[in-house]
């Protein structure tokens, strides 16, 4: 006999991206669909919000509660008959459940004292802004907001205020704070970044999966001219050609998250399937979704025609590939494919398969009105490092002391993906009392270990599955 939790997905769009809370490895999904239909028709998406209630068992674990603070969960647990007596073992205990879906559980700064012990509860907070029409309506100065929401995705505090407070049956309101760290955890929204004209704290978010604007068409022009010069774009897909909407959204909550929205006329250039970002020294970051695939490139705008930098392109290359990679779980293959500046957008006819383009010193490019060449190293140049930068070569003593400095709190698991064992990271962590150097020590352990293969490229993957920031950490590191 076993606990099972059977769960009923919204179908609305905008709940697509709510999906992912409840997507594990450990459990099986059924999709029901009226044959009676042909593939391609479209469904109406309607506006009315059925509840979706899981079958919760595991009751015994829940204690009806929503929500359980650490503290308060080792006190539980030592009153138990037979506690779980490593934090060690706690750790792997609300692991296992939030791979399970079962809870949500982050071991980040400002979640690791924090259990969600129904995930359904936030889905809930979440639907009950996109559904306050009806409450909303009927006061004037919030109705004001929610369709400035409903229109352009921006979500006030003073809307998300108004409407968990209303409910005084939930509670919304009481864990307000934490229900929006959460939800900008799982990229329903993002809080943007601080832009040169704007005083005063930020305190509103983007709730990407609200945005039904298109792009218009002129942004998506990307070819050269004077005073400005862009990339070769980027795109990226799945092996299955399937890429779905929701994973985009969070993708364009992260880039509003990490880079300043630009702005043409004081109006922000995000719309639904695309942003477009403020780099530094005068660059632009475009991101955009047609098709099943991501497409990125920069643009950089001088009076002397200079090209995009190319420590930006590969910053922004490695941001998107451990996006997809780690914190977006793809287990069916990312490709990564090239189109030059000067193709359509919106024709895929003309991609390059970025792996198979080493080998070729030139290309043709199919696009019209004209066929044309581009040599290969033009085109990869932007987004790949080049042998100077020497990831297959040993990292050396000194470059692995600079990297320490910056690596934070997640080192320990950072050594057990390097392969060191538990009781070599904890002798270590005895030897040394200072952070930095107990990363010194695993690192300097680590090349030991690996003579000949203790390598940059080693590294960056296994910070990059931990979840640590490898390309920061190098830039920085470089910066010493």
């Given at each position: 006999?076993?606990?099972?939790?059977?769960?009923?997905?919204a179908?609305?769009?905008?709940?697509?991206?709510?999906?992912?809370?409840?997507?594990?490895?450990?459990?099986?999904?059924?999709?029901?669909?009226?044959?009676?239909?042909h593939v391609?028709?479209?469904?109406?998406?309607?506006?009315?919000?059925?509840?979706?209630?899981?079958?919760?068992?595991?009751?015994?674990?829940?204690?009806?509660?929503q929500?359980?603070?650490?503290?308060?969960?080792?006190?539980?647990n030592?009153?138990?008959?037979?506690?779980?007596?490593?934090?060690?073992?706690?750790?792997?205990?609300?692991?296992?459940?939030?791979?399970?879906?079962?809870?949500?559980?982050?071991?980040?700064?400002?979640?690791?004292?924090?259990?969600?012990?129904?995930?359904?509860?936030?889905?809930?907070?979440?639907?009950?802004?996109?559904?306050?029409?009806?409450?909303?309506?009927?006061?004037?100065?919030?109705?004001?907001?929610?369709?400035?929401?409903?229109?352009?995705?921006?979500?006030?505090?003073?809307?998300?205020?108004?409407?968990?407070?209303?409910?005084?049956?939930?509670?919304?309101?009481?864990?307000?704070?934490?229900?929006?760290?959460?939800?900008?955890?799982?990229g329903?929204?993002?809080?943007?970044?601080?832009?040169?004209?704007?005083?005063?704290?930020?305190?509103?978010y983007?709730?990407?999966?609200?945005?039904?604007?298109s792009?218009?068409?002129?942004?998506?022009?990307?070819?050269?001219?004077?005073?400005?010069?862009?990339?070769?774009?980027?795109?990226?897909?799945?092996?299955?050609?399937?890429?779905?909407?929701?994973?985009?959204?969070?993708?364009?909550?992260?880039?509003?998250?990490?880079?300043?929205?630009?702005?043409?006329?004081?109006?922000?250039?995000?719309?639904?399937?695309?942003?477009?970002?403020?780099?530094?020294?005068?660059?632009?970051?475009?991101?955009?979704?047609f098709?099943?695939?991501?497409?990125?490139?920069?643009?950089?705008?001088?009076?002397?025609?200079?090209?995009?930098?190319?420590?930006?392109?590969?910053?922004?290359?490695?941001?998107?590939?451990?996006?997809?990679?780690n914190?977006?779980?793809?287990?069916?293959?990312?490709?990564?494919?090239?189109?030059?500046?000067?193709?359509?957008?919106?024709?895929?006819?003309?991609?390059?398969?970025?792996?198979?383009?080493?080998?070729?010193?030139?290309?043709?490019?199919?696009?019209?009105?004209?066929?044309?060449?581009?040599?290969?190293?033009?085109?990869?140049?932007?987004?790949?490092?080049?042998?100077?930068?020497?990831?297959?070569?040993?990292?050396?003593?000194?470059?692995?002391?600079?990297?320490?400095?910056?690596?934070?709190?997640?080192?320990?698991?950072?050594?057990?993906?390097?392969?060191?064992?538990?009781?070599?990271?904890?002798?270590?962590?005895?030897?040394?009392?200072?952070?930095?150097?107990?990363?010194?020590?695993?690192?300097?352990?680590?090349?030991?270990?690996?003579?000949?293969?203790?390598?940059?490229?080693v590294?960056?993957?296994?910070?990059?599955v931990?979840?640590?920031?490898?390309?920061?950490?190098i830039?920085?590191?470089?910066?010493?």
């Amino acid at each position: 006999m076993a606990d099972v939790s059977i769960w009923d997905f919204a179908g609305q769009y905008v709940f697509y991206a709510t999906h992912q809370v409840f997507l594990s490895r450990r459990a099986v999904y059924l999709l029901v669909t009226d044959i009676s239909k042909h593939v391609e028709d479209t469904v109406k998406d309607d506006d009315c919000f059925l509840d979706s209630k899981g079958v919760q068992t595991l009751e015994n674990i829940r204690w009806n509660l929503q929500v359980i603070y650490k503290d308060r969960l080792h006190d539980l647990n030592s009153t138990l008959p037979v506690p779980i007596e490593r934090e060690e073992e706690l750790e792997l205990f609300l692991r296992f459940h939030h791979e399970s879906g079962n809870i949500l559980y982050y071991s980040d700064d400002k979640l690791s004292d924090t259990i969600v012990l129904d995930p359904q509860w936030l889905i809930d907070a979440f639907k009950s802004l996109i559904t306050a029409k009806m409450f909303c309506c009927r006061k004037p100065n919030i109705f004001k907001k929610w369709i400035q929401f409903d229109q352009s995705a921006i979500l006030t505090r003073e809307l998300v205020d108004a409407i968990w407070k209303q409910d005084e049956s939930s509670t919304f309101k009481e864990y307000d704070e934490l229900l929006l760290e959460y939800l900008e955890k799982l990229g329903f929204i993002s809080k943007p970044r601080q832009q040169s004209d704007e005083i005063g704290e930020i305190n509103y978010y983007f709730a990407p999966c609200v945005l039904k604007t298109s792009p218009p068409e002129d942004l998506l022009v990307c070819s050269d001219c004077k005073n400005r010069r862009s990339t070769s774009v980027l795109c990226f897909t799945t092996t299955s050609g399937f890429l779905p909407t929701a994973v985009f959204n969070k993708l364009l909550a992260a880039c509003i998250d990490k880079w300043p929205i630009s702005k043409l006329n004081k109006k922000n250039l995000v719309f639904c399937g695309c942003g477009v970002f403020d780099l530094e020294d005068n660059h632009k970051l475009y991101v955009y979704f047609f098709d099943h695939i991501i497409n990125i490139w920069i643009t950089k705008y001088s009076t002397t025609d200079e090209e995009p930098s190319t420590c930006l392109c590969q910053h922004v290359h490695e941001f998107v590939s451990e996006f997809l990679k780690n914190r977006m779980r793809i287990t069916s293959g990312i490709e990564v494919f090239l189109r030059c500046n000067q193709s359509n957008i919106h024709n895929n006819d003309n991609l390059f398969e970025l792996e198979n383009m080493s080998g070729k010193q030139e290309v043709v490019c199919n696009t019209e009105p004209v066929h044309h060449v581009h040599r290969t190293n033009e085109l990869i140049k932007y987004w790949l490092y080049s042998d100077s930068d020497h990831q297959l070569d040993e990292l050396t003593e000194k470059e692995l002391n600079r990297m320490a400095l910056h690596i934070g709190k997640e080192y320990q698991s950072l050594g057990i993906e390097l392969g060191l064992s538990n009781a070599e990271i904890e002798h270590i962590c005895l030897d040394y009392k200072a952070t930095v150097d107990r990363i010194r020590g695993i690192l300097l352990k680590w090349k030991d270990q690996n003579v000949g293969n203790a390598t940059l490229e080693v590294l960056v993957n296994a910070m990059n599955v931990v979840g640590i920031d490898a390309v920061t950490v190098i830039e920085t590191a470089k910066e010493k």
